[in-house]
């Protein structure tokens, strides 16, 4: 298992995760046993130096009494009573250094019944100042006879006590002073293993530690002048709870520290904490071996499932899964992956059927075609034999669906794929179904001779009518053909240069047409075409030219049509029929109209400025009719120039309309709405009815060239003309002629009451300024706005 795939293991994480939580709860217990055994040995040392603290006054109470028989041995001494009566300074000076010596106490002295000092035995020759300190301590010594005082002297405690001398009546007081010393730390240190320091502080500041059990590096916390003495001393060995214990005393401030170790009472604690730990790691370990044996056999299962995983994903659906048998969570999951496995193999079985073949028709469809054509191609690369594709498309089959419904539409289609399956002549030619009402044929050893032979028996299967149950159906279609090896060097080409051959024959309504490159549309030519119309809008190689519209009674305002120029830099001046039919067929139109609108506009809003008035008629096409957002952006260009919608009057072609009539009449509708005039462009020519013409918002008629020019040379024209201005006029409509060459139809227009007249007799097409030059000259001072 590599380092990445043991990071994402599923067992690794249930082992690490549970191993996790177990540590994190034996360690909180550790801690919290730790913290229970350190706060409670706290207390018990806390308690103990309590009773610490009463047994070091209990031995100072002892040490006291000690001194006062001492001195009470001393009083009762008769020949010391003796001296002191006959007053014999020598003889007292030396019992008292005898006494003093034999007793161990470093300060002898005798008193006169006025507590005057009279005899003064130091064992230390070095002590100084003993009598001025004594005679601060007798007055206090005095009031309580049978106690003790602790004085300060040279920065050593001293304990003093003083008895009286009776004989029988009070004749002086014998005063002794023994230090308070090391040994007597050293017993309490014995008898209750307590730590004992004496600190004493001196008036001047200074402070002495002059007793002490501790270590020296233990008693730096204590030698703090002005500080508190700390309840806690750590020391590199242990950790010392301290308890102070103030004296009574004189010269000075001693303090009695009682200190205890606290390792010393946990100690015990180790030895179950260290068993508990050893118990830790083995359960731990039991832990651990339990966990992964449980992940284990959680796992290997889930193992066995994204291998299976794996096979499904590579198409293998054959294998049972395993684990299938088990009665837990993992065979239930295992179980429904096995179901999974076969209700995903009958699925894809069935989505490959519909990957390649049509459900309508039974025929395959257009990949299953193409993969046929590919097949062909590579199985007579070797031998040059020629084939050729043959693709079909249905004539007025949305007219079908829309008249009859769609469920007598989907017999058609049955009834075609049965017609053109009569047309295979080979086992390896095929008939497939591209979609909607396409259909192709897949010739082997076809020639463009077979091909053509093949079309015009297609062509008269379908002169007989298509007849369920009460209608009958007349079938045509346009259809194309492409060759290989002659019209394309690989399959994608072919079917592109069939279909393309197909739609060049439905729009020359011929029947059937072989490929030829002039029919391309993505052609090398036309594919430079697209992008030099893109970098002609862009860099303003685009002229706005003007045809005027002249009224043939005198009561409308100047009008004209607008049309584009291309001024081509290396060309020139671009004819229009060399890019616009282009530009419709590639959607590239849609760009160009927003251009011209746009140019218009701009004029508009000049000539409003200037104090003249123009409507301008500009052409939409089919995919402009069908943009859904083509009136947002017609209004987003009048906002943005401050010019009217009713400055503007928009033909559209009759074609254009009856591609999808709902959707153009909705959106003819919103134009209307917004103030535009509407015309309908080429009348006459097209196949919509009066009862379209009559729904549609429409303002004005144009009259198609072909029949204002026919009017010169026959009577039918001349009739259509009349008629279509009647028809046009009855319905509220303005009619407009175009094509008008010559001075006489431009009267027989006038005589028929036609409206406005457009063409070469009056004006061609002119620029901009030349337009306004020319309206100029023909009407004088423009009208007003």
Not at 199 to 205: E, F, I, K, N, S
Not at 517 to 527: E, G, H, K, V, Y
Request: charged share 20%; net charge negative; proline share 5%.
């Amino acid at each position: 298992m590599s380092l990445q795939s043991a990071r994402h293991s599923l067992l690794l994480r249930l082992v690490g995760v549970s191993l996790l939580l177990l540590l994190i709860v034996q360690a909180a217990g550790f801690a919290v046993v730790r913290a229970t055994i350190d706060r409670n040995a706290r207390a018990q040392i806390a308690r103990t130096l309590d009773l610490d603290e009463n047994v070091w006054r209990r031995l100072l109470e002892q040490n006291a009494d000690k001194l006062r028989q001492g001195s009470a041995l001393l009083a009762a001494d008769y020949g010391f009573r003796s001296a002191v009566n006959s007053d014999d300074a020598q003889t007292i000076q030396s019992v008292l250094e005898n006494h003093g010596r034999r007793i161990g106490a470093a300060v002898t002295a005798l008193l006169g019944t006025d507590l005057a000092l009279r005899v003064v035995s130091l064992t230390d020759d070095g002590m100084q100042d003993v009598p001025a300190t004594l005679r601060q301590l007798v007055p206090a010594l005095a009031a309580q006879p049978q106690g003790s005082r602790v004085v300060v002297m040279d920065g050593v405690p001293y304990q003093f006590v003083m008895v009286p001398m009776r004989a029988p009546v009070v004749i002086g007081w014998v005063l002794m002073g023994f230090p308070i010393s090391q040994p007597l730390a050293e017993e309490m240190r014995q008898l209750l293993s307590v730590h004992v320091a004496l600190r004493v502080t001196t008036p001047g500041g200074e402070v002495r530690i002059p007793v002490s059990t501790l270590p020296a590096d233990a008693l730096k916390p204590l030698l703090q002048a002005h500080q508190t003495i700390p309840r806690e001393v750590r020391t590199p060995d242990a950790t010392l709870l301290a308890r102070s214990a103030r004296l009574d005393s004189a010269g000075g401030e001693v303090q009695a520290v009682l200190l205890r170790s606290v390792d010393e009472v946990v100690a015990p604690y180790r030895q179950l904490q260290v068993l508990l730990a050893i118990i830790t790691v083995g359960g731990v370990l039991l832990f651990a071996v339990g966990t992964g044996f449980v992940a284990q056999r959680l796992t290997t299962p889930l193992r066995s499932l994204l291998a299976a995983t794996q096979r499904l994903s590579r198409g293998e659906y054959d294998t049972p899964l395993e684990h299938t048998g088990r009665q837990d969570e993992i065979g239930n999951l295992a179980r429904s992956f096995d179901h999974m496995r076969v209700d995903i193999a009958a699925q894809q079985t069935e989505i490959r059927r519909l990957a390649y073949w049509d459900r309508l028709t039974g025929l395959p469809n257009r990949e299953r075609f193409r993969e046929a054509v590919l097949q062909a191609m590579a199985d007579s690369a070797d031998i040059a034999k020629p084939l050729a594709v043959l693709t079909l498309d249905l004539d007025r089959f949305k007219h079908v669906n829309d008249v009859l419904g769609y469920a007598y539409g989907d017999r058609l289609l049955q009834a075609v794929a049965g017609r053109l399956g009569r047309q295979v002549r080979l086992s390896g030619d095929m008939v497939a179904r591209l979609g909607g009402n396409e259909f192709a044929l897949l010739l082997l050893q076809a020639d463009v001779a077979a091909a053509h032979a093949i079309a015009q028996d297609i062509i008269r299967s379908f002169e007989e009518p298509l007849a369920f149950e009460d209608q009958t159906v007349d079938l045509s279609a346009g259809i194309g053909f492409a060759c290989w090896p002659g019209d394309a060097d690989d399959a994608d080409t072919l079917l592109s240069r069939s279909e393309i051959a197909m739609y060049a024959a439905k729009r020359r309504l011929s029947g059937a047409l072989q490929y030829d490159a002039a029919f391309d549309s993505a052609s090398t030519q036309t594919l430079s075409l697209l992008t030099e119309l893109r970098h002609a809008v862009e860099h303003d190689e685009l002229r706005l030219y003007l045809q005027p519209k002249v009224s043939l009674h005198g009561d409308a305002g100047p009008a004209a049509e607008a049309l584009v120029r291309w001024q081509h830099p290396q060309r020139g001046l671009v004819p229009p029929m060399q890019f616009i039919p282009f530009a419709e067929q590639t959607g590239f139109v849609r760009q160009l109209t927003l251009w011209i609108f746009e140019e218009v506009a701009r004029l508009l809003a000049r000539l409003r400025a200037e104090g003249t008035a123009l409507r301008v008629s500009v052409n939409l096409s089919t995919r402009d009719l069908l943009d859904p957002d083509l009136s947002q952006r017609l209004a987003a260009i009048l906002a943005r120039h401050g010019v009217p919608a009713s400055a503007f009057c928009l033909e559209i072609t009759e074609s254009a309309i009856m591609d999808d009539p709902q959707r153009a009449e909705a959106m003819l509708n919103r134009l209307s709405e917004q103030g535009f005039k509407l015309s309908i462009d080429d009348f006459g020519t097209g196949y919509s009815s009066l009862a379209y013409l009559k729904r549609l918002p429409v303002d004005e008629l144009k009259i198609d060239k072909s029949f204002v020019m026919g009017m010169d040379t026959g009577e039918d024209d001349a009739m259509i003309v009349r008629s279509t201005i009647d028809l046009a006029h009855n319905l509220g409509l303005t009619v407009v002629a175009e094509g008008v060459e010559t001075a006489a139809i431009l009267e027989r227009l006038r005589l028929l009451a036609c409206d406005e007249a457009q063409g070469y007799h009056m004006a061609r097409p002119l620029p901009v300024d030349e337009f306004l030059a020319w309206q100029t000259a023909r009407q004088g001072p423009p009208p007003a706005a």
